[in-house]
């Protein structure tokens, strides 16, 4: 059976690390798998398993290392902006010159219109992993056009699930829920590798948080709780792991509040499963969220959580179980839930507990299994 995924790019993002994964899992025997990007270009291009074919739209590796990729970068980008508006049936079929048994757009947007503009025969899968009320990618007329033209939608957690079928009450028939697996086996054993760095000169506890520096993931509020903790005499520590666009503003706002001893910006790590168990708690302050995976993976580790109440938050710590959950955009609450970790050590032990209990369901046996059903079905 011939199967093609399709996803923006691999750069290090949750859903591009969860489609490695899947990758890897999925049966070989019975699929033959090839990958379709729109940009070639991603930290995860390396873990793609070796018999799996890539195949993009704009190569980007030729230019990320020159004076020109800024150049090569905007002329592309508009070249897609304008086949958009024109149609993507043409670029698509430019690309790709045989035809699959089921195409698989892993992302929302316009991995899906892709898809749904280029007329094909297969059976197409989408997944969703966002908030579509929330997260406009596209325009509501766009957008329900390419849903319609799926076979399945596939959500990563019930709260996506909650929040498409409220966008669109019509695909209520072909949604489902499959939540994203995790590798506990590789999270184990990458987590008890070695740290090389001196990440903070004091013996304080650690709350980190792991993903995308974007407005999105709300580390302004974090750098806000941090300050009003550090002010109320709690002493603590704050490690981001991740790039993106707010890097350089946030910086600067924890260097006006003199921050810069207790909260760091660590970068991309292609382990940070070792930094994650050196850690005491794990924070994710999330404006919103689809199915994040790093706090299924803060689980695995078994780490103190506390997440906002962004849709799936519930779902995911088990109302309170396995994590404390603040309000969303509320610094006095995300303070308030920080404190409370810093100060309780039954409910850090409790939490614990909990996770150590849990973590065995979020393996990837069952999900694996799921997955391939809905291919086959």
Known sequence: MNLLFLIDNLCGGGAEKVLIDILKNLNLQKYNIEIFLIRNKGVYLKDLPQNIKVNYIYND???????LYNIYYWITKTHFKINRILGLKRLFKKNIKKQYDAYIPFLEGACIQLVSDSNLEGKKIAWIHTDLIKHNIMSLKEERKALNSMDKLICVSEGSKRSLLKKYPEFNHKVMVINNPIDLDNIE???NEKIEEVVFNNSYPTFIAIGRVERVKGHDLLIEAHKKLINDGFKHNIAILGVGQEMESLKNLINENSLQSSFKFLGFKSNPYKYLKEADFYIMPSRYEGYPLSLCEAIALEKPIIATNFESAKDILKNGKLGLIAELEDVDDITF?????????????????????????LGFKEKILDIENVIDG
Request: glycine content about 0%; overall charge positive.
């Open 61 to 67: 590796r030729n230019f990320e290392e020159t004076k």
């Open 189 to 191: 054993k990458k987590a």
């Open 337 to 361: 839930k920080m404190k409370k970790l810093l100060e309780d050590y039954n409910l850090v032990k409790e939490l614990k507990n909990n996770c150590s209990i849990f973590k065995h369901t």
